[in-house]
């Protein structure tokens, strides 16, 4: 599998992380705080599905909280680093939807020829978010939408909604 790992359940993280697991333990640590235990997790961007689900198998053992990072097409303009592609202000829309609205369906259809073409690091990351939200109910809410330099970028939560219908 195309997967890299720092830390275990319950465990300290080792030193040094890739940066884009640094900016992630910067951001955990901010708003939670150094008490929690924490397990950091790659996953390459042009995995499969079927690696995807695995890996969300494998997420899915026990409560959890997860930050799933990735960037959306670096194509939307002539100084983007993948150029000008007519197909990314689309696909950047139909993934901004389906983080805004907890479409795990959504996400799991993103193509990944055309994800590889568009230059989308996403794409796996946000699969993985899809499994491992299957079976449950969500509410999506998206903070962020926007592509500077010509990079798709978004933020985004998903909270569980419980049977009573509260997240």
């Known amino acids: 599998m195309s997967l890299s790992s720092w ?35 790659t996953i390459a961007a042009d995995a499969s599905a079927e690696e995807c689900a695995a ?34 202000q689309p696909y950047d829309e139909a993934v901004a939807r389906a983080l805004a609205t907890a479409d795990a369906g959504a ?26 939200a299957a079976g449950g109910s969500w509410r999506g809410s998206l903070a962020y939408d926007d592509a500077p330099y010509g990079v798709a970028y978004f933020v985004a939560s998903w909270d569980r909604v419980s049977e009573g219908g509260t997240a």
Do not use: H
């Open 55 to 88: 890996l969300a198998g494998r997420l899915a053992t026990g409560p959890y909280a997860l930050l799933v990072m990735g960037d959306g097409t670096a194509c939307r303009g002539i100084k983007a680093p993948g150029y000008d592609d007519p197909r990314a």
């Open 7 to 41: 830390g275990q359940p319950g465990g300290e993280v080792a030193d040094p992380l890739p940066l884009s697991l640094s900016v992630g333990a910067w951001l955990v640590n901010r708003v939670l705080g150094l008490t929690i235990s924490r397990r950091m997790v």
């Open 107 to 132: 996400l799991l259809a993103l193509d990944p020829d055309l994800s590889a073409k568009l230059m989308v690091a996403g794409r796996a990351p946000w699969q993985v978010l899809a499994f491992a």
